[in-house]
């Protein structure tokens, strides 16, 4: 199966809730990616964690990565309508050369 | 300053043609990335160019793919005798150099359909 699976896949909240997505991976990783992608666009960087790092923050997302159950979660705060997209981890796995796996993505609805 | 731009943006051709896809990277910036990524699915790694390196061409799906990249800069990606599983979104990422830790900045894609 594939390295970096999200969960859920499908997310519907209301304006101003929290939302939490999860990422599941199975090798070694340099480090985890955050993407954000709106219909019909292209894949926009949001936040990228470190192998030895185990939280990192900017704006209203917050990103942990826990590597001894090989999991990270994005958690976006404050939600607003405008957060709504699909949002994709990627792991740049230590045998990869750089190249990104990609999961298959959650997508969120954020309802005014 | 310009982003990684991709053309065509939609491309609708008949089974059996040929199709060229073109990326335009982020000036300067060494690495480039060609990701096929299917309705509602994530992406799927095709081949990766380095600098001057020969390309990581592991996850290209058959031998009617492949891609070139000139001076170092546009790069151009060619599926022969498509078949209607080829239709899907094609995208191009760039990153700064190949170093660890470097995010990939996405063009908007190419949508392929294949009748």
């Known amino acids: 199966s594939q390295q970096g699976e999200e969960d859920p896949q499908a997310l519907s909240i209301q304006e101003g809730e929290n939302a939490t997505m999860n990422c599941s991976y199975k090798?070694?990783?340099?480090?985890l990616q955050w993407y954000r992608q709106n219909s019909g666009r292209g894949l926009v960087h949001l936040i990228l964690i470190r192998s030895n790092e185990r939280e990192k923050h900017s704006g209203r997302l917050r990103v942990t990565l826990d590597t001894s159950k090989k999991s990270s979660s994005l958690l976006i705060t404050a939600s607003r309508a405008a957060d709504t997209a699909s949002y994709f981890c990627a792991t740049d796995a230590e045998t990869s050369g750089s190249r990104l796996t990609f999961g298959e993505g959650t997508q969120l609805t954020v309802n005014p | 300053g310009a982003g990684v731009s991709q053309s065509p943006s939609n491309k609708v051709t008949e089974k059996g043609k040929d199709v060229e896809l073109r990326c335009d990277p982020i000036s300067g910036h060494t690495a480039l990335y060609w990701y096929r990524q299917s309705l509602g699915q994530g992406l799927e790694f095709l081949i990766y160019f380095q600098g001057n390196s020969a390309p990581d061409k592991s996850g290209l799906p058959s031998d009617r793919f492949s891609a070139e990249r000139t001076g170092g800069s546009v790069s151009t990606l060619t599926i022969q005798r498509t078949q209607q599983e080829d239709s899907a979104v094609y995208l191009c990422?760039?990153?700064?150099?190949?170093?660890?830790?470097?995010?990939?900045?996405f063009g908007d894609g190419t949508r392929l359909s294949i009748l």
């Open positions: 990422a760039s990153s700064s150099t190949q170093g660890l830790n470097q995010p990939q900045h």
């Open positions: 090798t070694s990783i340099n480090n």
